[in-house]
C-alpha cells in the first residue's frame, strides 16, 4: 500500500502560478512513475506531468496542453513529486490528482485530488 497526501492548490488569477506538492509514504521502494493527472468537471481525466525512474532524478514527462508552462520534479530522499504552475490559464481549473505506479509488482495508487481555479 501506497498513501499520498497532496497540497499547495487554490484560487489564482490567469497568468499566476501555483505549486503542488504531493509526498508519498508506505511501500514506496517500487515505483517508477510519480506524477499528476487532473479532472476537470464534466471531462475525462488527463495526464498532466510525470516523471520517470531513469538515472538519479528521473526524466520528466508533460501533456501536451501543459508542456512550456509547467515543471514536474521528483525529489526521491523525500518520496516527493512537485508541479510547478506557470502562466495558469482558466482552462487549467480541475482536481488535480497525484498518483504513483510500479511496474512489478504492477499497482497505481492516488491521492485524495487538490483543487485548483484559475480565474479570467
Known amino acids: 500500500q501506497v498513501q499520498l497526501v497532496e497540497s499547495g492548490g487554490g484560487l489564482v488569477q490567469a497568468g499566476g502560478s501555483l505549486r503542488l506538492s504531493c509526498v508519498a509514504s508506505?511501500?514506496?521502494?517500487?515505483?517508477?512513475?510519480i506524477g499528476w493527472h487532473r479532472q476537470a468537471p464534466g471531462k475525462e481525466r488527463e495526464l498532466v506531468a510525470f516523471?520517470?525512474?531513469?538515472?538519479?532524478?528521473?526524466?520528466?514527462h508533460y501533456g501536451d496542453s501543459v508542456k512550456g508552462r509547467f515543471i514536474v520534479s521528483r525529489d526521491n530522499d523525500k518520496r516527493a513529486v512537485y508541479l510547478q504552475m506557470n502562466n495558469l490559464k482558466p482552462e487549467d481549473t480541475a482536481v488535480y490528482y497525484c498518483?504513483?505506479?510500479?511496474?512489478?509488482?504492477?499497482?497505481?495508487?492516488w491521492g485524495q485530488g487538490t483543487q485548483v481555479t484559475v480565474s479570467s
Open positions: 498518483y504513483v505506479q510500479a511496474l512489478s509488482p504492477p499497482y497505481t495508487f
Open positions: 516523471v520517470d525512474s531513469v538515472g538519479s532524478t528521473g526524466r520528466p
Open positions: 508506505g511501500n514506496t521502494f517500487s515505483i517508477n512513475f
